[in-house]
């Protein structure tokens, strides 16, 4: 996840970030190519018929799901009971800022212990039970181990990011797994840590084929969750980035799949941020290869032009009017992270505190523009299922839970906005 949590900064991720709805559809119209999609296997989870029909979406169908952030890295912002359990907060020290800065202060085997209960405990295959129950059909996540089981009985898709990279990715913030400093840049952006990250890769994706609740589930994998962007990347990562990496590490995927001669038709598609996230244009230096897909990431909280005094309308004005997520022309695609939140400065205004229960219909609209905005890709995951954050705004169970209802509590309900024009209700045309 992101950034959004840190005043100042304007963007927030996450790990699992990202997704792949937009290869479906893809996947169908280019000729020829039959990649591994949800409907390609007829997983239960994109069945309609299997469950009941009220359960599930009809094929062809979008990704609708959720990601598994806090579980495989720990960000301290949305989980502060659980940092503080871990040892990472203590009565005398403050939050620690990253799992490295929690794990150097604790010692090896006290932090194994700490990160191994965390791992046990934070989604555990209920958690998978109870996203299938509320009408999703995929879950983001980076690599983990019981609950992606969960999920292949299931019949859900599985996206594994790859949300932490070796050296970080990104300066001072958690999701990288290390709160980089200035002094350590470029980071991740060196061949030693390319290396490292294909390395992974590799790893990775004979894991996916060897295992077969993996291999039944696991559709996707990206190689890195939000890079720096803009004028903040370094010259090592402009130069570098789409130029070095991407083409290694999605020859790092194909160069096991070739060593196992894996059918085309099975292979995974790889994923990388899109062009919007603004770190370098992903296809500069690809290949061509048929089974690419990209990763977007919207938080609108601050991308209004009326920044403090925005009101309502204006959050709807702008997922109904102005934004458009495939400006890019990066599909397939999939919106991999957003959220309920609004710009953290008035987030507890009474226009926006989402406590407050006449602000729960605006809520539920701008729910519905975005769903139906993101359905325009190949699908969606919301950052993120699960947080201590009593904020249903980030917190996908608190979202769908009374007395909120932000968002329908099942895939019939999750179709009503895929049908319905909420912009034409608010605003009248
Ligand atoms: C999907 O539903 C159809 C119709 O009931 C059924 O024939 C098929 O086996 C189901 N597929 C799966 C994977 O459950
Ligand atoms: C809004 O309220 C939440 C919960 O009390 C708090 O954590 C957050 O800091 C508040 N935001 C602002 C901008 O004051």
Not at 81 to 102: H, K, L, Q, V, Y
Not at 200 to 224: C, D, H
Not at 277 to 298: I, Q
Not at 324 to 332: E, H, K, N, V, W
């Amino acid at each position: 996840m992101l950034e959004r949590h840190k005043p100042g900064l304007d963007i927030i991720y996450i790990i699992p970030t990202s997704c792949l709805v937009g290869l479906f559809f893809l996947a169908v119209a280019t000729a020829g190519v039959r990649a591994w999609l949800p409907w390609e296997r007829d997983l239960e989870a994109f069945n309609r018929s299997t469950a009941g029909l009220d359960k599930r979406v009809n094929l062809p169908s979008k990704i609708r799901g959720v990601n598994l952030g806090g579980w495989l890295v720990s960000e301290p912002w949305m989980m502060t009971p659980e940092w503080r359990n871990m040892g990472c907060i203590t009565d005398t020290e403050p939050a620690a800022c990253s799992e490295f800065d929690c794990v150097s202060r604790l010692g090896q085997s006290k932090a194994d212990t700490a990160f191994d209960n965390h791992y046990r405990d934070w989604i555990i295959p209920n958690d998978v039970q109870k996203i299938h129950d509320a009408g999703l059909n995929t879950i983001r996540i980076p690599w983990g181990t019981g609950s992606i089981g969960k999920a292949a009985d299931l019949g859900m898709f599985v996206i594994i990011d790859l949300h932490g990279a070796p050296g970080a990715q990104k300066l001072g913030d958690a999701f990288t797994g290390q709160c980089l400093t200035q002094q350590y840049l470029p980071g991740f952006f060196s061949q030693y840590n390319y290396d490292r990250a294909s390395r992974f890769l590799t790893w990775m994706t004979q894991r996916i084929y060897n295992t077969p609740s993996y291999k039944k589930a696991v559709g996707v994998i990206e190689v890195v969750n939000e890079p720096e962007r803009g004028n903040a990347r370094s010259q090592q990562e402009k130069d570098t980035l789409t130029q070095v990496y991407y083409p290694q590490a999605l020859r790092a995927v194909r160069a096991v799949e070739d060593s196992m001669n894996v059918n085309q038709a099975d292979r995974l598609h790889v994923q990388f941020m899109d062009g919007l996230w603004d770190s370098g244009n992903p296809k500069s230096n690809l290949p061509s290869d048929s089974r690419v897909m990209f990763d977007d990431h919207n938080y609108v909280g601050d991308a209004i032009p009326q920044k403090d005094n925005a009101k309502q309308a204006d959050y709807m004005w702008y997922t109904c009017k102005d934004d458009d997520r495939l400006t890019d022309g990066d599909t397939p695609k999939v919106v991999g992270e957003f959220s309920l939140t609004v710009k953290a400065s008035i987030e507890n205004n009474s226009d926006f505190d989402p406590h407050q229960s006449q602000n729960y219909p605006f809520y539920q609209q701008w729910w519905g523009a975005q769903q139906r905005l993101y359905e325009k890709t190949n699908g969606w995951i919301f950052w993120t299922w699960k947080t201590q954050l009593n904020n249903p705004r980030w917190d996908y169970q608190l979202a769908i839970s009374s007395p909120y209802n932000f968002i329908p509590n099942s895939a019939s309900g999750l179709d009503t906005p895929a049908g319905f024009d909420f912009c034409k209700k608010y605003f009248g045309n």
